[in-house]
Nanobody, 123 residues
């Protein structure tokens, strides 16, 4: 059974930093595309950052230069390092593995989400 467990959210002042973690069971991040999304109150969920199997990354324009997605293969954990946080970064953040994921039980047609972690940036 695939499970993504997040940690690391919290309250921080503008300009501060946080690091989100997402640990996986039931699959290896190293052989899957992974990503981080966020959803602010009253808004649609949006892609923040993604990383391909070969390690190439993409970022939303709003976070380029401030956020960094990474993964620790031995720990099977992915991270989102967030620096220079702004009040508009306030949202619930979710780690994601899209449909077509390679799991321990084979390729899955569903996508997977973490439980979400709240990030609040005060001005």
């Amino acid at each position: 059974q695939v499970q993504l467990v997040e940690s690391g959210g919290g309250l921080v002042q503008a300009g501060g930093s946080l690091r989100l973690s997402c640990a996986a069971s039931g699959m290896f991040f190293s052989i899957n595309t992974v990503g981080w999304y966020r959803q602010a109150s009253g808004k649609q969920r949006e892609l923040v950052a993604s990383m391909s199997v070969v390690g190439s990354t993409n970022y939303a324009d709003s976070v380029k230069g401030r956020f960094t997605i990474s993964r620790d293969i031995p720990k099977n954990t992915m991270y989102l390092q967030m620096n220079g946080l702004k009040p508009e970064d306030t949202a619930v953040y979710y780690c994601n593995v899209p449909s077509g994921a390679r799991t321990f039980r084979g390729m899955s047609s569903r996508e997977y989400w973490g439980q979400g972690t709240q990030v609040t940036v005060s001005s």
